[in-house]
């Protein structure tokens, strides 16, 4: 079964330290591994996907299937930063949708 | 607007009562899903659509019904709710495609008294 799990309900940091948010799954096949963020009083948006290596401001994540991991990384956080975050999991099968983790609320203080 | 559009965006009602939640997509996609987002829960899905049929229903309660008449509407028919059933009802299409990321709406809160 797929499962994803975010360790953390809420993270602070302070303006300017770095920040990890922490992704790990369960998928029994090859999976396809998203973040989104929802923004105070906005919607739920992809902020980066796996496959496609990029980096989405300032964010990064790298898919480590040893470690069945797909953490969030940015070197130095941002008051806009703060925000809901959400790793999510999908199997290679175009039918098959997202499951999401719990979210982990990041909240930067000036 | 373009993308997403769910309405209404506040919804209050009785037990008894019987209400349908509306998603309109304007992206071109031809998958929807109901999810419904708890407090104390992740994201949960509920229903899933493709090309207009549905291919998934996470057992949920047969008092929600839903409708995908064609492939940019999506209903969630409400009848005779429960307290616990008060969440946030998030609508989202997508391409049926490999990556294909979700595209969500702001979602419907719904309270039920």
């Known amino acids: 079964a797929q499962r994803v799990t975010q360790p953390e309900k809420l993270l602070s940091v302070f303006k300017g330290a770095p920040v990890e948010l922490k992704c790990n799954y369960s998928?029994?096949?090859?999976?396809?591994l998203f973040w989104y963020v929802q923004y105070s009083r906005q919607r739920l948006q992809l902020l980066l996907r796996h496959i496609s290596r990029e980096s989405i401001k300032g964010f990064t994540a790298d898919l480590n299937k040893g470690e069945t991991s797909f953490h969030l990384k940015k070197p130095f956080a941002q008051e806009e930063d703060s925000a809901m975050y959400y790793c999510?999991?999908?199997?290679?099968?175009?039918?098959?949708?997202?499951?999401f983790g719990k979210g982990t609320r990041l909240s930067v203080i000036a | 607007e373009t993308g997403v559009t769910q309405t209404p965006r506040h919804l209050v009602m009785g037990m008894t009562n019987k209400k349908s939640l509306k998603c309109e997509q304007h992206l071109g996609h031809n998958a929807m899903y109901w999810y419904k987002q708890s407090a104390k829960k992740p994201l949960e899905l509920m229903f899933v659509y493709s090309l207009e049929e549905r291919v998934e229903n996470n057992s949920v309660p047969s008092r929600f019904s839903p409708e995908c008449p064609n492939s940019s509407h999506l209903f969630l028919h409400l009848h005779t709710l429960q307290p616990e059933d008060s969440a946030l009802y998030l609508c989202a299409s997508s391409q049926v495609v490999v990556d294909s990321p979700l595209h969500f709406g702001n979602g419907t809160r719904l309270t039920v008294t």
């Open positions: 998928y029994s096949g090859s999976p396809e």
């Open positions: 999510a999991l999908s199997g290679l099968s175009g039918n098959t949708p997202l499951v």
